[in-house]
């Protein structure tokens, strides 16, 4: 399966992700020569870690990395085909909506959105692509999101950290946050 690789140059890795669907994982059902879908850079010292084929199928989880010494800082990014499906040209009308359906991916997410202590989001156009950014604080996780959409796929990188880490890494969630791109 195409669920991604890395390659490590200095402080940060390049995560390259394929956004294949579920049918491929394990090599069938994908095409072997298809160009990365999306890019992010990450800490080197994280690691990789393949989802698994329920997180794929279930979830919509396409890659994820970890950080080591503390597995609750993480980041991954959720890949939905159904955008547009019907034909219809795909847009994000309720932000919070679309944010809260992909809750389901991770339970810690819906916890923090149910007790967040603060909210922000904003929007940024990306070579001409909007994406929709939001910063979700609550008493025990952190998550950093970016949203976005094309040729019918969602995705949504989330940054997630333990609160009380947060300060002490910010500079690097951040930047995982702000390098997320669509190729």
Not at 16 to 37: H, L, Q, R, V, W
Not at 98 to 123: C, E, H, P, R
Not at 152 to 176: C, D, Q, W, Y
Request: glycine residues 8%; aromatic residues 14%; hydrophobic residues 35%.
């Amino acid at each position: 399966m195409h669920s991604g690789f890395s390659e490590a140059v200095g402080e940060y890795a390049t995560f390259f992700g394929f956004a294949t669907p579920p049918t491929s994982y394990g090599g069938y059902g994908g095409n072997a020569d298809e160009p990365p879908k999306y890019t992010f850079e990450y800490p080197s010292g994280w690691k990789e870690e393949k989802p698994s084929k329920v997180e794929k199928g279930t979830q919509g989880v396409d890659g994820r990395v970890v950080n080591p010494k503390s597995k609750d800082q993480r980041a991954f990014l959720i890949t939905l085909t159904r955008a547009g499906e019907d034909n219809a040209t795909f847009k994000v009308r309720d932000l919070e909506s679309t944010f809260a359906g992909f809750a389901g991916a991770d339970y810690v997410l819906q916890d923090a959105i149910q007790s967040a202590t603060n909210t922000t989001n904003s929007t940024r156009e990306l070579d001409g692509i909007p994406v929709y950014d939001f910063d979700i604080e609550s008493p025990v996780y952190r998550y950093l999101c970016s949203i976005t959409f094309r040729d019918g796929k969602v995705f949504a990188l989330f940054v997630r950290s333990p609160t009380k880490m947060f300060a002490a890494n910010e500079e690097k969630l951040r930047h995982i946050q702000a390098s997320f791109k669509l190729l």
